[in-house]
């Protein structure tokens, strides 16, 4: 527990992780991985390319430091990465790890202004928040294993594989064992892990696609292209390029804070505004809410460039022909001229929120939506613009926590 001395320390560090902070993250992960190679395995290296996982963990030790009095400010961030810790099975043995690279790096980035004080205050700092992290974690791990029956990996093999767009593919998933799978929430996600020839492990998390409490759980995922001196994703080509039926693969269990809430009044719309492979959640959530209820409305907007890029076309048809509460919406960007034709539920463009008022009758609704940032920040701005309050708007990331907001 830092003491009040240590905790003026931290927040005078404030300016400088605001304008170092980057700096500082990149140094870090670069030292820990030359240092200790062994967890390299837990990151996926297209966010360290992109500088994702920089950005993402200089904002979280910004937001820690200037909400060090009230780390309770911090909850909701918290849970978000609890969860994302515990599907790629992070044990207490990895915290000293980080730790002991994250004070280095501070005396290496700063120099002489790393003070045996502010060294001191960190370390403190960095034991007090490793501790909440550690006890949720094993709260998480114990829950799993009353309420899902695993914890860490499992084996499963793939029982079906279908094509769903031009650059995604759906995997059927169920235990190796013979026994179904618990529900899941909708929303929430698995981390599969994969071996290549050469015995590396590679850990990446998928949405669970399909609708709680199938036999099978199902991940769709996208092909990852490169660009210039980007590579193709490595792991999503080898789903597409490798993985068949019978194939075996591994999981944990579902993990993610970012479920579907059916609140009261029962009758509120709800409206999911989906982005490319962004529907994955999004798609599970409208499944579980229509078989909720069968007269709360219920709103489905998905963005894409064209057609082709379209996955679930013919699953997202069927529910709106089966359930009257439910309306489809799309946005093409990039429209092929097959793709508009006379139904006013298609548009060629960016989403408006001329659009959404239209669809939707209104804003009182609950908003749920996941796609590339800049569309969700767009998003957010929107329904921000025009009154629906934060609680009423919910998204998710994919890959590091960003914020939408600057």
């Given amino acids: 527990m830092p003491t009040p001395a240590q905790i003026d320390v931290i927040k005078q560090t404030v300016p400088v992780l605001q304008q170092h902070g980057e700096t500082l993250t990149r140094h870090f992960y670069a030292r820990m991985f030359e240092h200790n190679p062994e967890v390299k395995r837990y990151f996926n290296p297209a966010h360290q390319r992109s500088g994702g996982q920089q950005r993402a963990l200089a904002g979280a030790i910004l937001a820690y430091a200037q909400h060090i009095e009230d780390p309770s400010a911090l909850a909701s961030a918290i849970e978000v990465i609890a969860q994302k810790h515990t599907s790629l099975t992070i044990q207490p043995e990895h915290y000293p790890v980080v730790g002991e690279n994250l004070l280095a790096s501070i005396q290496e980035v700063l120099g002489d202004a790393a003070t045996d004080d502010i060294l001191d205050a960190w370390a403190a700092a960095?034991?007090?928040?490793?501790?909440?992290?550690?006890?949720?974690?094993?709260?998480?791990?114990?829950?799993?294993?009353?309420?899902?029956?695993?914890?860490?990996?499992?084996?499963?093999?793939?029982?079906?594989?279908?094509?769903?767009?031009?650059?995604?593919?759906?995997?059927?998933?169920?235990?190796?064992?013979?026994?179904?799978?618990?529900?899941?929430?909708?929303?929430?996600?698995?981390?599969?892990?994969?071996q290549d020839a050469d015995g590396n492990t590679a850990m990446r998390n998928y949405s669970l696609s399909n609708a709680p409490g199938a036999s099978a759980y199902r991940i769709s995922v996208k092909r990852e292209r490169g660009d210039n001196d980007i590579p193709d994703g490595d792991v999503s080509n080898r789903i597409h390029d490798g993985l068949a039926k019978g194939d075996r693969i591994e999981l944990s269990p579902p993990c993610g804070a970012f479920t579907l809430e059916l609140p009261t009044p029962a009758d509120k719309p709800l409206v999911f505004?989906?982005?490319?492979?962004?529907?994955?959640?999004?798609?599970?959530?409208?499944?579980?809410?229509?078989?909720?209820?069968?007269?709360?409305?219920?709103?489905?907007?998905?963005?894409?460039?064209?057609?082709?890029?379209?996955?679930?076309?013919?699953?997202?048809?069927?529910?709106?022909?089966?359930?009257?509460?439910?309306?489809?919406?799309?946005?093409?960007?990039?429209p092929r001229e097959a793709d508009l034709n006379d139904?006013?539920?298609?548009?060629?463009?960016?989403?408006?929120?001329?659009?959404?008022?239209?669809?939707?009758?209104?804003?009182?609704?609950?908003?749920?939506?996941?796609?590339?940032?800049?569309?969700?920040?767009?998003?957010?701005?929107m329904l921000e613009a025009k009154g629906v309050a934060a609680d009423d708007r919910r998204y998710e990331c994919f890959g590091p926590l960003q914020p939408l907001k600057a």
């Fill in 126 to 194: 960095y034991g007090e928040l490793a501790q909440v992290f550690i006890d949720r974690e094993q709260a998480i791990y114990a829950q799993q294993r009353e309420q899902q029956g695993w914890a860490g990996f499992k084996p499963f093999t793939v029982v079906r594989r279908q094509i769903e767009s031009d650059n995604i593919v759906s995997l059927y998933l169920a235990p190796e064992d013979g026994s179904t799978p618990p529900a899941h929430l909708p929303g929430q996600y698995v981390s599969i892990r994969l």
């Fill in 273 to 334: 505004i989906a982005g490319g492979v962004g529907i994955t959640p999004l798609i599970s959530m409208a499944h579980a809410a229509l078989n909720a209820s069968a007269s709360r409305p219920v709103t489905f907007v998905q963005a894409a460039r064209h057609g082709g890029l379209r996955a679930f076309t013919s699953e997202l048809e069927a529910l709106a022909k089966d359930y009257p509460n439910f309306e489809l919406h799309t946005c093409f960007s990039e």
């Fill in 343 to 381: 139904d006013d539920r298609v548009k060629g463009g960016e989403l408006e929120a001329d659009d959404l008022e239209r669809w939707v009758g209104g804003w009182d609704a609950t908003y749920y939506f996941c796609g590339p940032l800049p569309m969700m920040q767009s998003v957010d701005q």
